[in-house]
């Protein structure tokens, strides 16, 4: 009995981690990685942080899948954007550019 309840956990903890959310991509700015910059993705009240490397790349993993919002904060400017978070590897690649005198995340 004992036995079978290890595997029923194990196979209810296995199917959560195969629904979540793995997302990932590149922020640049001016065709230059963004390094070290902070990343936030936020889904419902799931707020999962990240930070870019040396070649402006980020990987968040949340468990929740759905619309998220992806918030980079950098110093001086802090931009978001939708992202969604599906039950496989999705990506994402950002350029970060002015737009009047805000500064936005825009898909490439």
């Not at 922020?27 to 707020?47: F, H, I, Q």
């Not at 968040?60 to 001086?76: E, H, K, S």
């Amino acid at each position: 009995m004992r036995r079978v309840f290890h595997f029923l956990f194990l196979g209810f903890t296995l199917a959560r981690l195969a629904a979540a959310g793995n997302v990932y991509g590149t922020l640049r700015e001016g065709n230059k990685p963004l390094s070290g910059a902070s990343v936030v993705m936020t889904c419902g009240k799931e707020r999962v942080p990240g930070k870019t490397d040396t070649e402006g790349v980020y990987r968040v993993f949340a468990r929740a899948t759905g619309a998220c919002q992806l918030l980079v904060d950098l110093p001086g400017r802090r931009m978001s954007a939708p992202v969604y978070s599906f039950d496989r590897p999705t990506a994402y690649n950002f350029d970060v550019v002015r737009d009047g005198n805000n500064w936005i995340l825009r898909k490439h």
